[in-house]
């Protein structure tokens, strides 16, 4: 884990790398990034979610059928 310590020398360093009329920008840049990319993520995931619901559910069943297959298998 990065200490305090360690972030404010990062940030001294990125300071004198672009000063500070560049530090919003590349902040705003880096929010803008990570807000395409967790909307990308849930975009990805209701196009799974929709695709084909009763495969899910197949696949939920097989899950428990192999469960207690095993657990069968433990008791006898």
């Keep these: ?43 990805i995931r209701d196009a799974i979610d929709k695709e084909d619901p009763a495969k899910m559910a197949d696949k939920t069943a097989e899950k428990k059928d192999a469960k207690m297959d095993k657990d069968a298998g433990k008791i006898a």
């Design 1 to 43: 884990m990065i200490g305090y310590q360690e972030l404010i020398i990062i940030f001294l360093i990125v300071l004198l790398l672009f000063g500070g009329s560049k530090i919003p920008e590349l902040a705003r840049g880096l929010g803008k990034g990570i807000r395409e990319f967790k909307r990308a993520k849930d975009d």
